[in-house]
C-alpha cells in the first residue's frame, strides 16, 4: 500500500502530529504500518522495526501494525524500548486502538494509542537526542 493511501491529508496530519509529540516527548521513535501481513505477524513487525532504528537493543523505538482486513493491531518494540513501556501498557495501547478501529475510527484510534504509549515511555531522558522526525509531507514514519 502507498503511503497515506488510505488517509485524507487532514487524517494524514493528525497522526504525524501525533507521532511527533509522541517522539518529542519520549525520545522513543514511532512509526505505524497499515495494511494486511503475509507470513507471522511478529517476525513481519520485528523486522519492519528493525528498520526505524540503527540498533535495537540501544535505540528505543514502536511499531504498531495494523491490518483491518485481518482485525489485528500488534504494539511491537525494541528491546530498548520495552525497558520503558510495559507489556501491559502496550496491551491496554492496543485494546484501546481495537475499540475505536471496531468504531470506524482508524485515525483516532491510532493517535490515541500513540499517545498513550508515548505517555507510558515517560519523558525523554534529559540531554538525549530526540529521533529524526520525518520532515517531507508525507511521513516515512506511516507504511
Known amino acids: 500500500m502507498a503511503t497515506g493511501e488510505a488517509f485524507t491529508s487532514e487524517q494524514l496530519?493528525?497522526?504525524?502530529?501525533a507521532l511527533e509529540l509522541a517522539q518529542r516527548h519520549s525520545g522513543v521513535r514511532f512509526g505505524v504500518r497499515l495494511g494486511s501481513v503475509r507470513g507471522d505477524v511478529r517476525l513481519a513487525a520485528e523486522r519492519i522495526l528493525s528498520t526505524l532504528v540503527e540498533d535495537p537493543t540501544r535505540d528505543p523505538a514502536v511499531l504498531?501494525?495494523?491490518s483491518p482486513e485481518q482485525c489485528f493491531v500488534r504494539v511491537a518494540?525494541?528491546?530498548a524500548a520495552r525497558k520503558r513501556i510495559s507489556d501491559s501498557?502496550?496491551?491496554l495501547a492496543a485494546l484501546t486502538m481495537s475499540s475505536?478501529?471496531?468504531?470506524?475510527d482508524l485515525v483516532g484510534g491510532l493517535t490515541?494509542?500513540?499517545r498513550q504509549l508515548g505517555e507510558a515511555a515517560g519523558p525523554a531522558a534529559p540531554g538525549a537526542a530526540a529521533p529524526a522526525l520525518p520532515t517531507s509531507a508525507g511521513s516515512p514514519a506511516v507504511h
Open 64 to 66: 504498531i501494525v495494523v
Open 100 to 104: 475505536s478501529f471496531s468504531l470506524g
Open 112 to 114: 490515541t494509542g500513540i
Open 77 to 79: 518494540t525494541t528491546p
Open 89 to 91: 501498557a502496550s496491551g
Open 13 to 17: 496530519e493528525r497522526l504525524n502530529r
